[in-house]
């Protein structure tokens, strides 16, 4: 398996890939699609996943703070009688990691998947607001 560090977008986040195990194809699927925004009150993830059923994805958060987003596409079986002559639709595993900033609430995190796209919704913690106190000067 390889590790591709993220160069474009949060260098806070990490792809790995698995390749196919038939016919030495490099998966293209590792390359998964990503939007990370944040609102005022969340981060909202949103990863493009065409053709795969919820059952085949899974969200994760690791080690308290990272947002792990995995699954596979697998190959279609290919009959006696068929013969292809392309193969462009990507297929294999895939694993995208995010490190999650202090203020999300990563007890508090939902997911749903509608027309092949995953979306991730972590809510964030309230900033702390300085206190402040007032000091009485003394003096004539």
Do not use: C, Y
């Not at 195990?21 to 981060?43: F, G, L, M, R």
């Not at 796209?117 to 309230?126: C, D, F, Q, R």
């Amino acid at each position: 398996m390889s590790l591709i560090r993220s160069f474009f977008g949060n260098p806070l986040s990490t792809d790995l890939w698995a390749p196919s195990a038939s016919n030495n194809e490099i998966s293209a699927i590792a390359n998964v699609q990503v939007d990370w925004k944040e609102t005022p009150e969340a981060h909202i993830f949103k990863a493009d996943l065409p053709g795969l059923k919820k059952e085949e994805v899974k969200v994760e958060i690791e080690e308290g703070r990272v947002l792990q987003i995995s699954g596979e596409r697998n190959v279609d079986k290919e009959e006696k009688n068929e013969k292809w002559h392309r193969v462009e639709r990507s297929r294999g595993k895939f694993l995208r990691r995010f490190w999650l900033p202090e203020n999300a609430k990563v007890g508090e995190v939902k997911a749903s998947m509608e027309n092949g796209v995953l979306t991730v919704t972590i809510p964030k913690a309230e900033e702390k607001k300085p206190q402040v106190k007032s000091i009485e000067i003394s003096g004539a």
